[in-house]
């Protein structure tokens, strides 16, 4: 015989009383705890209650008006429109008036834990918006045996719950580890390092001498070198080779920079290994090649940022001079090797169109001139990401052109940062309610469902509506995504489910409907990510219900990889998901069984014969 079986043999042989929770349970309504301003993130010290789904909405830092609840003055706190109790031991503020608050009348008839456990078993109706406490709660009995065995029934269900916790600290561990390589996967940081150019070359002056009209090699000067970066093919002087000037000779892909007069910053990238050194007015740029490539530099010095610091570092009095001591200060943002070598294979491809006067009529070259500078710019402007791309609405050239820098950047890359309204149309849904749901008809989601489900959806996994309302319906088509964009909570703002039914699904209002042409899931995916929240953040308003509105949507910045990557990122975070959250397997299934065995033993202690004979046990 168990210790709580002994327990009950000696303390109620005859059955125990039942009593309604009124009778020993004191309730209030705590407006006086209303929270004025809430930060979603553990900055602030006090937590801030929501009567949503999620119990801890945020925190705060306000001190006035703070609930002082601990281990010894616990509370249970309750959304007055649900059947959500937590039990609550620690400062709290709430968010509204909705959440509700229970305190035990008299610690010498019953003990609160138990009483908590015990109302988890009471039967409820989950329909409708009925307030719970003053119409139904108040009035229910539970039974109330005696202080030592209610002890030994919180000791009990206690062990359970301590073990569930640790279960639930396991998974949330590893939902952390999932959620730190699904952000590292979809982070896409372009591994670009700046530096000043002195950290990358040395540099050296040129060979001083009189030009001459023939010679042994020839002698290349600033004015040699043309508003394009290239050796001009006509004025070309020359001088003797000497033993003095050997250690100036060029060789093919030599840098030569201007540093003086109306030609300085230009910078010579020498095309071939014909004899020729170079003057004192020019100075030679020795990269380091470990680091960066001669070509990609001659490519950024071509670049709106290098000459944006160029004029800035000039000096400006009597003659421009850019000296090592300028040209050093100029920043130069390195990305990897592989990266440098696709940019100037890119570049090459547009510089050759545009240097090349047999391709076309002047003013085909000159299109082409300006479409090699946007691309060069793009490729080469790393200041707010050199994959990122900002637009306004497109005309159809316009967007022709956008894709191709998509798949430009992506080449280039790896990826491309895209507004969302870029690459996906965004509508807002329709107009049903929960009072059209039927048995059977045609598919339906309402934004309500979204908060419940994870990922995706299909034609039997949801409800249904009828004919008329499906007809009247906005639809999403399959791999559409369908997101909730208002809630009472932050985190639940933007939940999102990808529709895999092969029959178009009507879709309610509180929704956006986002139509695209990239991997659904995988979009799904970076929806749930730290750096889509802080945008996020950014764009909701509303204080009760928050709000994010579809045009609002179309601003947010998405790294977009190729299709094939984007196949490759979802199937290593499909295998994250399924250890996380698949109830078949692992331990969520470990978690659900445990669960269904706290219940089992919960309703088996709690259940008792009943003493009192005028009872009145409600029922819907």
């Excluded at 090592?324 to 050759?352: C, H, S």
């Excluded at 749901?437 to 339906?444: A, D, N, T, V």
């Excluded at 249904?464 to 997101?483: F, G, L, P, Q």
């Amino acid at each position: 015989m168990t210790k709580l079986e002994k327990l009950i043999k000696e303390l109620c042989p005859n059955g125990v009383e039942y009593v309604a929770l009124n009778e020993i349970l004191n309730y209030e309504q705590p407006q006086k705890y209303i929270v004025k301003s809430t930060k979603y993130d553990n900055s602030y010290e006090t937590p801030v209650l929501t009567a949503g789904q999620t119990f801890i909405l945020g925190y705060t830092n306000e001190k006035v008006g703070i609930y002082e609840a601990s281990k010894d003055n616990p509370v249970i706190i309750f959304d007055d429109f649900t059947t959500s109790f937590h039990w609550v031991d620690f400062n709290f503020k709430i968010k509204s008036s909705a959440m509700k608050m229970l305190k035990l009348k008299d610690s010498q008839k019953a003990v609160f834990r138990y009483i908590f456990y015990a109302m988890q078993t009471v039967s409820y109706s989950p329909y409708g918006h009925t307030r719970q406490w003053i119409e139904n709660y108040s009035r229910i009995q539970i039974p109330l045996p005696p202080l030592a065995v209610q002890r030994e029934i919180v000791r009990i269900l206690d062990k359970f719950t301590l073990y569930s916790r640790e279960l639930a600290a396991e998974l949330a561990a590893r939902r952390v580890q999932y959620e730190y390589y699904r952000d590292k996967l979809l982070s896409f940081n372009n591994a670009i390092e700046y530096y000043h150019l002195s950290k990358l070359a040395n540099f050296s002056y040129g060979y001083t001498d009189k030009a001459k009209d023939s010679g042994d090699v020839r002698f290349i000067r600033i004015t040699d070198i043309n508003e394009d970066g290239c050796l001009c093919p006509d004025g070309a002087k020359y001088i003797d080779l000497t033993e003095d000037n050997r250690k100036y000779l060029l060789k093919k892909g030599d840098l030569l920079l201007a540093r003086t007069g109306a030609t300085y910053g230009r910078t010579l990238y020498v095309p071939d290994d014909s004899p020729a050194i170079y003057a004192s007015f020019l100075i030679k740029i020795i990269l380091d090649n470990s680091k960066i490539l001669n070509r990609y530099y001659w490519h950024f010095s071509k670049s709106r940022l290098y000459w944006q610091q160029a004029e800035k570092l000039v000096s400006v009095g009597g003659q421009q001079q850019f000296n090592t001591n300028a040209v050093g200060r100029i920043i130069v943002p390195v990305p990897p090797l592989d990266v440098q070598e696709r940019i100037v294979k890119v570049l090459d491809n547009f510089d050759a169109i545009c240097s090349d006067l047999g391709i076309g009529l002047p003013a085909e070259i000159e299109k082409r001139q300006q479409q090699y500078e946007f691309y060069r710019d793009k490729l080469l402007t790393f200041g707010t990401g050199s994959a990122t791309i900002f637009t306004d609405r497109q005309t159809d050239r316009q967007t022709d052109r956008q894709t191709g820098l998509i798949k430009l950047l992506q080449y280039v890359y790896g990826f491309a940062f895209v507004r969302l309204g870029d690459i996906a149309t965004i509508t807002r849904g329709g107009n049903f309610q929960k009072k059209d749901f039927c048995r059977s008809g045609y598919p339906c989601i309402h934004y309500g469902q979204i908060y419940t489900r994870y990922g995706l959806c299909a034609n039997e996994s949801i409800t249904c509506v009828n004919n008329e309302v499906y007809c009247k319906s906005k639809k999403a088509v399959k791999n559409d995504i369908i997101m909730a964009v208002t809630s009472e909570n932050i985190e639940d703002v933007c939940k999102c489910v990808v529709w895999l039914g092969e029959m178009d699904v009507a879709v309610s209002g509180h929704t956006a409907i986002i139509h695209h042409n990239q991997n659904a899931k995988y979009l799904a995916y970076y929806f749930n990510t730290s750096s889509f929240f802080e945008q996020k953040k950014k764009l909701v308003h509303g204080t009760k219900v928050i709000e994010v509105t579809p045009s609002n949507l179309e601003s947010i910045m998405i790294p977009l990889p190729t299709l094939e990557e984007q196949e490759r990122i979802v199937e290593i975070l499909d295998r994250f998901d399924k250890l996380c959250n698949d109830l078949s397997e692992g331990l969520p299934a470990e978690i659900e069984a445990r669960q269904k065995q706290y219940e089992y033993y919960r309703d088996k202690l709690l259940q008792f014969e009943i003493r009192n004979s005028k009872l009145e046990i409600m029922r819907e």
